[in-house]
């Protein structure tokens, strides 16, 4: 078959703008074939490339003394001690997800786990971070049971607990939902596997699935945004198996212990090309490949199909030739594909050849290295209007409806759904601050959580983008953890346009200087723009997944109290209601600017809830975010099935009091003969905390107003419920 004329029109339709194209010409000096100008187009998308917000992730922190990998590779890796290392790492699949939603976020699931495993680290623990339309927009129920079923029908064939996340719904998602996927695994620290190739005439091998024509051009669809064409992209969805990917990750994981692997990549995004590229790039070597080779499920696939396929579950590796009879058997015994597809040559080229004619002859480094890189003109978010006056409304009542709104129901609907018990080392299920799993075999265990509050993006993207490191950091030190470090899923409009770009570069301001405060470093994530439909952006959602460690579970805080706890405030309250959850749900408007975060004080606050508990004054404990003090207290509440009574606070009003979303707050449980030794000790360390009620009885009480817990824990269960069941 004769390749077509290679057009404006074609070029364009792969993703290209003009002045690439003639970037393309320079370089290769001749006019590509049709699997050179798929292969730019896979490399050299916003997917793969990075080219819109290259310039300002450099400016994240990414070390410390816990890093042993930051970004560049498939997973960050941070040292747990003991030998032992946690890889982990969270990325999107948006746009599949939006246009075959089962599939969409079942790969995406499967493709963060083979991130993981890919670096020799078994899975232990899964998280999905998920926002969509409105709860009555037309394709919000479909798009919600779809999500859920691909996320749940995948990770729990793979056999992974998923233990946290986040769920939201917003008018702006109406025509894009967000699936952020996150995955972390179990490695020795002295035995990682990284992608840089080594070695000249090394076998580059295959391994795992066959490939389809499932996926193809996945990647470039993943950087346009989607107009009315939309369901003419559902081809460009992959399918996944999750039984395949179980025994490809045994296979890999038994394959790493022959020592037969020089360097190992996932098959992901733009599949062959993406993964072969990468390995070469890092090792300063060129790669050739004969795609006759190449094991395929579909008849007559042509090179430019095979090159840009992303079917699932496949890996390419650098192989040490003598060990290609134990390599190769490991993969028979899992009844996977193994076959030598190429070799590493020491020329700077990526060759593509089939059957002996090639299809391909381009300079490998220029598909990584001389990749567009934009400095995108962006314009400063502009301060939001004052906030104006907020009608008078009963406390107990504004919290009856809170709870039982979308975006503050119970997520057992969801979680529910997945298996967060497999592996049997799951100890905090899904509800609470944050997941958290025992290292097998040790005393130790990790708490995993997710967080970002996209309406305070959009009001003040800097102070958005603290506050998801600083909520991060809070749901870890709450559930008793010391927060390690972070991964972000960067989730925005389309970057050509200024007001978009800005509130990129603002939320990367503030997610630098939180992480650099908090010794939370970005050790791996992912970017995904172009998150909008015919010209409509997202609400900017930059997903903060951290991870924390528990040296013993005697270091674990659970969130419910006991009946007679005293309950007491820690951090101060000013009754700041802009951008308020109150606001948001109950009287529909999102005005005002958010609350500002004091790192300083996030930090001092977070050390000695930590402290408190090793002096043992702390028996429960719970980060006030959304909703403030009053939600925090009624989810205790519900999650401890005892009543609550909080005092008012008579300088403030009653609304700016019990929902006020000042950050750098817990509401923390003890024992009442131990108030006085918590207060005294948070006085020395310069911490505001009081004493403002305590647990007990069968209602909660909001000063003079209160509502029955069995009402308030009724409505909190159902309100998703009823929406999508």
Known sequence: MQDPEITPALVAAHGLKPDEYDRILGLIGRVPTLTELGIFSAMWNEHCSYKSSKKWLRTLPTEGPQVICGPGENAGVVDIGDGQALVFKMESHNHPSYIEPYQGAATGVGGILRDVFTMGARPIAAMNALSFGSPDHPKTRSLVAGVVAGIGGYGNCFGVPTIGGELRFHAAYDGNCLVNAFAAGLAEADAIFYSAASGVGMPVVYLGAKTGRDGVGGATMASAEFDETIEEKRPTVQVGDPFTEKRLMEACLELMTTGAVISIQDMGAAGLTCSAVEMGDKGDLGIRLDLERVPVREKAMTAYEMMLSESQERMLMVLRPEKETAARAVFEKWDLDFAIVGETIPEDRFLIRMNGEVMADLPLKALSGAAPEYDRPYVETPAPPALGAIPEIDPAAALLRLVASPNHAS?????????????????????????????????????????????????????????????????????????????????????????????????????????????????????????????????????????????????????????????????????????????????????????????EAERRNGEFLRAAKAAGLVAAAHDLADGGLALAAAEMAIAGSVGVTLEAEPSLGALAWFFGEDQARYLVACAPERVADLLARAGSAGVPARAVGRAGGGAVALGAASVALAELAARHGEGLTILLD
């Open 411 to 599: 997520r057992a609907w969801v979680w529910s759904q997945y298996d967060h018990m497999v592996m049997a080392d799951t100890v905090v299920v899904p509800g609470s601050d944050a997941g958290v799993v025992r290292v097998h075999g040790t005393g130790k265990a990790l708490a995993f959580t997710s967080d970002v509050t996209p309406r305070y993006c959009r009001a003040d993207p800097e102070a958005g983008g603290r506050q998801a490191v600083a909520e991060a950091f809070r749901n870890l030190t709450a559930s008793g953890a010391r927060p390690l470090a972070a991964t972000d899923n960067l989730n925005f409009g389309n970057p050509e346009r200024p007001e978009i770009m800005g509130q990129f570069v603002g939320c990367i301001r503030g997610i630098g200087a939180a992480c650099e405060a908090l010794d939370m470093p970005i050790v791996s994530g992912n970017v995904s723009l172009y998150n909008e439909t015919d010209g409509r952006a997202i609400l900017p959602t930059p997903t903060i997944g951290g991870v924390g460690l528990m040296a013993s579970l005697d270091e674990l805080i659970p969130m419910a109290p006991r009946e007679g706890d005293a309950l007491v405030l820690i951090g101060e309250t000013r009754g700041h209601l802009g951008q308020s959850a109150l606001l948001a749900e109950i009287f529909c408007r999102e005005e005002g600017a958010p609350p500002p975060v004091d790192l």
